[in-house]
């Protein structure tokens, strides 16, 4: 089983519609977990951190099910900009290294 | 400010042949990730600097892959005998300190092709 794991979609969504997915990650002791985002051939850049209590920024909201081992993003108001890969993070405390997944592709139609 | 740079942004290099790979941090930022990112796939963790050391190099998928830091800063990635299977985007990342609650920020990346 892959350490990190996303349905790769795409997600195609109508501009102002909300979209939901998950990621769900193999090993329970990580600790620490983040989305970053990726635009077309550009570099990743992190979105949001993933809080036990869950989070929300804005029209982000992420939440983490520690039981079932998945942490979800949720994006309200869809907006064209919002047209990216979401890239989920899981850290391992015992090695300090990034897992990441291979990206959540959400397409905003017009 | 400056963010992390990273030089060449396209390389199409033949079989065999050796490949370096430049990555200037954030100034400041002690901590530096190498990734690898091929069509349609993750990010593939490589290896990882705290300063000039690299506690975790087991990402590297074999000895043709090395790196090094120097003086705290510029990384480099040596690719030696380069293969079709290296052709991917080589990213750096660099973070104020190395442990999980710190940001990573990325550079452009180097997009290495082995014809």
């Known amino acids: 089983r892959k350490e990190v794991e996303q349905d790769p979609g795409p997600f195609n969504v109508p501009e102002g519609a909300t979209v939901a997915f998950n990621c769900t990650y193999s090993?329970?002791?990580?600790?620490?977990f983040f989305w970053y985002r990726q635009d077309c051939r550009k570099e990743p850049k992190l979105l949001m951190s993933v809080y036990s209590s869950g989070n929300e920024d804005g029209r982000f909201t992420a939440q983490l099910n520690r039981a079932s081992q998945y942490i979800s993003l949720l994006i309200r108001d869809s907006k064209l900009s919002d047209s990216a890969t979401y890239l989920c993070?899981?850290?391992?405390?015992?090695?300090?290294?990034?897992?990441f997944g291979k990206g959540n592709q959400v397409v905003v139609i017009p | 400010g400056a963010g992390v740079s990273q030089s060449p942004s396209n390389k199409v290099t033949e079989k065999g042949k050796d490949v370096e790979l430049r990555c200037d941090p954030i100034s400041g930022h002690t901590a530096l990730y190498w990734y690898r990112q091929s069509l349609g796939q993750g990010l593939e963790f490589l290896i990882y600097f705290q300063g000039n050391s690299a506690p975790d190099k087991s990402g590297l998928p074999s000895d043709r892959f090395s790196a090094e830091r120097t003086g705290g800063s510029v990384s480099t990635l040596t690719i030696q005998r380069t293969q079709q299977e290296d052709s991917a985007v080589y990213l750096c990342?660099?973070?104020?300190?190395?442990?999980?609650?710190?940001?990573?920020?990325f550079g452009p990346g180097t997009r290495l092709t082995v014809t």
């Open positions: 990342a660099s973070s104020l300190g190395g442990g999980v609650a710190y940001e990573q920020y």
């Open positions: 993070v899981v850290i391992a405390e015992e090695n300090n290294r990034l897992a």
């Open positions: 090993n329970s002791a990580s600790q620490s």
